[in-house]
């Protein structure tokens, strides 16, 4: 049933009258409805059982408030509008890594930089070659897409390549302090900090009287724990792992903005 984004309304509406049991979404929009769902106490009036889930990378504790919100099972989707769509690949059941379909399509890891392939296991840029498309076949199609091949068999018994989940992209990265990082090395970050959650925004901007950049990490956290003691054990551990000490501030849940198409995080003000 393609509803296409938005009308969150409508999409809970119909959940309810087709008793739909599986859905297609970004991890932001998945997201939103599990955190209305749980809200409007509809958990057992809608029939989900699974979710397919793709078009932006999603953090482990995005992926668990997903998980425990609707309470189903959830697989990660890949894709790329210039391939075949979101047809690429897909985690199975037994792992969550993504099998991709090799006799429909070549993927390399290369190295960003120079666009040298990198060995088999060495996180890279994903570069695609189709093999059965004809009206706009590619030949090493770059996607920015950051991941890497794993080399060993997948415990389900395909024989099906896989790719691991999607790090993040080549062009996302921001650099402040002369120091380059990824959203990707922020989310781990907040992997570590109990009661912080998968949501969080960065917005960058350049003090004129000391000529010097200034980051400001928002992120929401759980009423269960002190925000003085987050907010400062957020700050500490970005010092000691990227070597930036932003400026922290800590929200609770449902502070900042929800997404139905894909959340921006990052906000560099230094560019208006």
């Given at each position: 049933?393609?509803?296409?984004?938005?009308?969150?309304?409508?999409?809970?509406?119909?959940?309810?009258?087709?008793?739909?049991?599986?859905?297609?979404?970004?991890?932001?929009?998945?997201?939103?409805?599990?955190?209305?769902?749980?809200?409007?106490?509809?958990?057992?009036?809608?029939?989900?059982?699974?979710?397919?889930?793709?078009?932006?990378?999603w953090?482990?504790?995005?992926?668990?408030?997903?998980?425990?919100?609707?309470?189903?099972?959830?697989?990660?989707?890949?894709?790329?509008?210039?391939?075949?769509?979101?047809?690429?690949?897909?985690?199975?059941?037994?792992?969550?890594?993504?099998?991709?379909?090799?006799?429909?399509?070549?993927?390399?890891?290369?190295?960003?930089?120079?666009?040298?392939?990198?060995?088999?296991?060495?996180?890279?840029?994903?570069?695609i070659?189709?093999?059965v498309?004809e009206?706009?076949?590619?030949?090493?199609?770059?996607?920015?897409?950051?991941?890497?091949?794993?080399?060993?068999?997948?415990?389900?018994?395909?024989?099906?390549?896989?790719?691991?989940?999607?790090?993040?992209?080549?062009?996302?990265?921001?650099?402040?302090?002369?120091?380059?990082?990824?959203?990707?090395q922020?989310?781990?970050?907040?992997?570590?900090?109990?009661?912080?959650?998968?949501?969080?925004?960065?917005?960058?901007?350049?003090?004129?009287?000391?000529?010097?950049?200034?980051?400001?990490?928002t992120?929401?956290?759980?009423g269960?724990?002190?925000?003085?003691?987050?907010?400062?054990?957020?700050?500490?551990?970005?010092?000691?792992?990227?070597?930036v000490?932003?400026?922290?501030?800590?929200?609770?849940?449902?502070?900042?903005?929800r997404?139905?198409?894909?959340?921006?995080?990052?906000?560099?003000?230094?560019?208006?």
């Open positions: 049933v393609p509803m296409g984004p938005g009308n969150t309304e409508k999409q809970l509406q119909m959940m309810q009258d087709l008793q739909s049991t599986v859905i297609c979404a970004t991890s932001s929009y998945a997201l939103l409805l599990s955190e209305e769902i749980t809200k409007r106490g509809l958990k057992d009036k809608v029939a989900l059982k699974k979710g397919v889930i793709g078009s932006e990378r953090s482990d504790k995005m992926r668990k408030s997903i998980q425990d919100g609707l309470g189903i099972e959830l697989y990660d989707i890949y894709g790329l509008t210039e391939i075949y769509g979101p047809g690429i690949g897909i985690n199975c059941q037994k792992e969550k890594y993504i099998h991709y379909w090799d006799d429909y399509l070549f993927i390399e890891i290369i190295d960003p930089e120079t666009g040298k392939p990198v060995e088999d296991g060495e996180e890279g840029e994903i570069v070659t189709t093999l498309k009206g706009a076949p590619l030949l090493r199609f770059r996607t920015h897409d950051l991941s890497r091949i794993i080399p060993e068999k997948c415990s389900c018994g395909s024989c099906y390549p896989r790719l691991d989940i999607i790090k993040g992209r080549s062009d996302d990265m921001f650099k402040v302090h002369g120091v380059n990082m990824f959203p990707a922020v989310e781990e970050i907040l992997q570590q900090i109990d009661g912080a959650t998968s949501e969080y925004s960065i917005a960058i901007g350049h003090d004129e009287d000391n000529n010097k950049d200034v980051m400001v990490l992120v929401e956290v759980e269960r724990v002190s925000f003085e003691e987050t907010g400062k054990a957020i700050g500490s551990l970005f010092k000691s792992k990227i070597g000490n932003p400026k922290v501030a800590v929200v609770p849940v449902g502070t900042l903005p997404s139905e198409k894909k959340t921006k995080r990052v906000f560099d003000h230094r560019e208006d």
